[in-house]
DNA sequence: AAAGCCGTAG
């Protein structure tokens, strides 16, 4: 199993401590406990109420307070209790103190023991309870803050230590109770509380992580930098907490991540293996590969262990961008340093198979599988079923699903939507129907998703009325929608020109209080930008950012894209400048989208501008950079230069597609030489293009004009 | 545990 470096003993044997920093943190929280953080430097709340005692290790706690010894172990809340300390004579009190404390208004005073009587008692109490470890209080106070009911029974207890000088640092009592209502889902009443006092390292990590977990990122964020202000670093766990937050809310995008990580270095913080990982996840998860890559690198030489789940999210990640020669290397990595794959690992690599149509290899993978007698799951029998979908193989694609359902295992939602999908992208959006049938006869619920892809269906063939009738059965149903409906319900307005509907529903979605991703202004960008609305662009920018959403990649080209077509190309420029700004690497779908704008107003030289600063940017020309560099040259009439175009891409490999030849014909009708046409057709036919309808239509147009010449 | 929505050509 040890395919890398075993991971470091614990995460702050990572911590350079001779940093000046670290030094600092050290020294700060030295002072607060002493007896407890002996010998655990930089310990923070984060740390201390993810662990409790297990039996065995109880008795070497308690004298040596070692705390990196101690075994994650929920299950051993509740016993506590009944070993060595008897808790309830003094809950029994506490209790009986807050019920009396709230009555003591309609009660008169004689009803209560004389205060000397009550203070011997507590005092009693309170001796009893001398020799209690800490680590035993904070347990007992992370389990009563798991119920709403006896939250203030906690916040009891910890006033009584308080009072009776009970435990060492009551600022990390505290961050406990707010890092166990953060636990439990009680982040208002973990802000209530941090409100009583100020703010110290300690607290801050309990409210960020408990900010984190219930997925408010903007606190967390804001959190962070407050306290960086106030001179601390946060801890890493947070770091961890908010990638993996932002996973949870399918939120993770490539330049919130890199913005996270400056922080990290900003904070001087090491990596440890947790958060390495969680960062190689979270790139590979939104899609930055080459980020993911190079952090996967960084991190095996760091020598700190990559886990077997973050290689598999990156093989398929790798797979979901058609990298498959890498994903492969990957998995023959991982096979080469003696680990047996399994079923999630075969997966991941299907996966790429299936998303670049290579059946065959898809095919071996699953009999690879087999003969290595690693059993099949749901997920191998989708991928499979999408593969054949995928290539039109739809009969085969309904033999897996019956030999999926004969040996037991149950298709669910997803495969009906990876198929319904299938269909769409093939246009065949009537099938529809005829999928919802067939997953009802398998007795398979549709689910948010299925109905997601069928509102998008509907929108992408210009059929608004399913679409909306779509969202109402499924509201019909019970279904919420989320994020993803909205904005393929909007987007789907938007691509019909219907953008004051689009707007109102992007109204009603927000009073509906469904939040806007990234996604939902960048559509909205793109509308508003159609219109010309070019100051509800801005709004919309200051709007997202204000909602702690970065500009993405998708961002950038949308704005180059809407202010080219309208010839505000200064503007759009800007919008490059602005991007590498950000920290984000300009993509080759940026400076297309440039030159097509360059190229539609016949702005030649504008385009071949465009086109070197992409390549001294390091990009390297695709075949939709350079189709658009011979129509910027055909609408200038320079067809002479759109033919070297063509000859450049022939010398550079790359092949001629179906509208290089058909941007070709229309340059030469743009300068009247149309006799010229046809042979460009037949060159087209001979290098094996298919001609579409666009591409006849040209040849069309081409002999029409030609034969009105000679008949002049 | 995966998937669905947004950006660039003729």
New binding site residues.
Partial sequence: MLLFPQPLPNRFSSINVTSPIFHQHHQHHLIFHPPLCATSTALTTTNVADYSLSSSKRQKAASQNAIEDYEYDDNDILPLQSRRYDFNPLLDYLSNKIATSTDSDSESESNSASPTSLEHTEFQLAESYRVVPGPLWHSLLKSLCSSSSSIGLAYAVVSWLQKHNLCFSYELLYSILIHALGQSEKLYEAFLLSQSQNLTPLTYNALISACARNNDLEKALNLISRMRQDGYPSDFVNYSLIIRSL?RK?RVDSAILQKLYREIECDKLELDVQLSNDIIVGFA?A?DLSQALEFLGVVQGSGLSVKT?TLV?VI??LG?CGRTVEAEAIFEEMRDNGLKPRT?AY?ALL?GYVKVGLLKDAEFVVSEMERSGVSP???TY??LIDAYGNAGRWESARIVLKEMEASNVQP???????IL?SY?DKGEWQKTFQVLREMKNSGVRP???????MI?TF??FNCLDHAMATFDRMLSEGIE????????LI??H??SGKHDRAEELFEEMMEGGYSP???????MI?SFGEQERWDDVKNLLTNMQSQGLLP???????L??IY??SGRFNDAIECLDDMKAAGLKP???????LI??Y??RGLSEQAVSAFRAMRADGLKP???????L??AF?EDRRDVEAFAVLQYMKEYDLKP???????LM?ALIRVEKFDKVPSVYEEMILSGCT?????RA?LRSALKYMKQTLEL
């Fill in positions: 996973m399918n998860k899609g789940a999210t398929w990640a979901n999630r997966n996966r799951n749901e997920q989708s991928l669910n939602a997803y495969v009906f939507s990876r999908s769409r689910d948010r998703v299925f109905y997601n892809v998008d929108g992408k929608p989320d994020t993803v409906t909205w904005n393929t987007d789907c938007c691509k991703c990234n996604t939902t202004f960048n559509i793109n993405n990649a998708v961002t950038y080209t949308t180059i894209d080219g077509k993509s080759s779908t940026m400076y297309n989208a097509n704008a190229a539609q695709s075949l939709l950079a350079l189709n658009s011979i129509n055909g597609d179906v509208v290089t030849y058909t941007t229309k001609p579409d309808r666009k591409a040209m």
